[in-house]
């Protein structure tokens, strides 16, 4: 498929994307908020030639947080332009960095809108985040002689299948690249197969090895934990619809053997947050919201629903031990690094292709176990929570993990550094 026809089809189906959008405003009203932002309209005009990160949610936010924080507190007089696609995103933006940085949706990519976007914008070098490779986005940027990284770069093998159908469509994308820096080797060498230059390739490693845990994160932690008074918590972080179920009944075989257990159940998206409480209160275990509580947790709560946003890493520093989502279903899985950087042993479904080969280094330093159903969790959780030893051991062991494998924003923060000077 041409670009041509690519922009065609899009342009073709901007009303169905449109309507997807107002009805998922449904259950998530911010969906059907500042249309005009992702067809390049701008309330503002930001300062040119300065850094452009996109992206996509609040995953990709988190993990390009340290290099926007970097430019922001480095490089004072260096604009910087943060693109989401999500609300969740926006969200999270807003949270990390308020008025530091100018936040607007991403333009669709359609031709047209990204060309305006681009006359607004007048970036200096775009920073874009995974695989969110829109070829568009990346052609048009790329031939204005702006420099266009790919930043912590993964792209799995099911991702490069799916890619590599529309091979005449994506190569030019790829190729069009100024540097492409790869999580890891098996990264690299599929974007080189998908068309990316193999000179413009560098394995970096991942940036979300350099999750820190700063003084005031885990000064809040320690509160929240003494607030607890002692009692075993374990934290199933991300969830989806389909996985909520599972860990509620999991928790309550668990709470046959420890009757103080708490479950901190955070789901992945917020506009799931009331539907998860329905769940929970149907199931007749005592629970309460995050959101109204705070850190007043009473003993008779068996349940904290984590419906408050980014507080996610506040609450794994007060677990002993975590569940990561979205690997119970056939969704790929979630960031196992950020429980591993508090030392506490993970747990995951099998399905973890988002996270490969992180799940890989966990799993062999004894610090991620993978299971396949409710009574394999079940079974691990309380061998570490009757054995605290092996808990902690399990938990140092993941920790280590993280700590030998830092570095890859340094690098990152080099390469964008290099592109802003060209």
Request: hydrophobic residues 45%.
């Amino acid at each position: 498929m041409s670009r041509t026809l690519y922009s065609a089809l899009l342009y073709l189906l901007c009303p169905l994307i449109l309507l997807r959008l107002w009805l998922r405003g449904r259950k998530a009203p911010a969906y059907r908020l500042r249309f005009a932002e992702r067809f390049g309209y701008l309330r503002q005009r930001p300062q040119a030639n300065g850094l452009w990160v996109h992206a996509v949610s609040v995953g990709e936010t988190i993990a390009a947080a340290p290099l926007i924080l970097h430019f922001l507190d480095n490089y004072p007089e260096l604009p910087v332009v943060v693109t989401t696609m999500t609300p969740t995103g926006s969200e999270r933006v807003k949270a990390l960095f308020g008025d530091r940085v100018f936040h607007c949706y991403a333009p669709y990519d359609l031709p047209g809108v990204v060309n305006r976007f681009l006359n607004t914008t007048q970036p200096g070098a775009a920073v874009i985040m995974e695989t969110e490779v829109w070829p568009n986005m990346v052609c048009q940027t790329a031939a204005r002689g702006i420099p266009v990284l790919l930043a912590n770069g993964r792209m799995s093998a099911r991702s490069a299948k799916g890619y590599g159908r529309f091979s005449s469509l994506v190569q030019p994308a790829f190729a069009a690249f100024d540097q492409v820096l790869a999580q890891s080797e098996d990264d690299a060498r599929r974007f080189i197969a998908l068309g990316a230059r193999p000179e413009s390739v560098a394995v970096s490693g991942s940036v979300k090895f350099d999750v820190t845990i700063g003084p005031e994160l885990a000064t809040r932690a320690a509160a929240l934990r003494g607030s607890l008074e002692g009692r075993p918590v374990w934290v199933a972080a991300s969830t989806h619809h389909g996985e909520d179920e599972i860990l509620l009944a999991v928790h309550r075989q668990l709470l046959t053997t420890f009757p103080d257990l708490l479950l901190v159940l955070v789901p992945r998206h917020p506009e799931r947050f009331s539907q998860v409480a329905e769940l929970v209160a149907s199931s007749s275990l005592g629970y309460s919201r995050r959101s109204a509580v705070g850190d007043s947790v009473a003993i008779s709560c068996s349940v904290l629903l984590g419906d408050t946003m980014g507080e996610l890493m506040l609450l794994l520093g007060a677990g002993d031990l975590a569940f990561v989502g979205g690997s119970l279903i056939a969704r790929g899985g979630h960031n196992s690094l950020e429980p591993a950087a508090w030392g506490i042993p993970v747990i995951t479904g099998e399905s973890d292709f988002n996270f490969a080969e992180i799940s890989a280094l966990l799993q062999a330093s004894g610090g991620l176990v993978k299971v396949s159903g409710e009574s394999e969790m079940a079974e691990v959780i309380a061998r570490w929570l009757a054995d605290p030893q092996e808990r902690r051991r399990c938990g140092a062991a993941a920790k280590g993990v993280v700590e030998a494998n830092r570095g890859a924003l340094a690098r990152l923060i080099a390469a964008v550094d290099g592109a802003l000077a060209k």
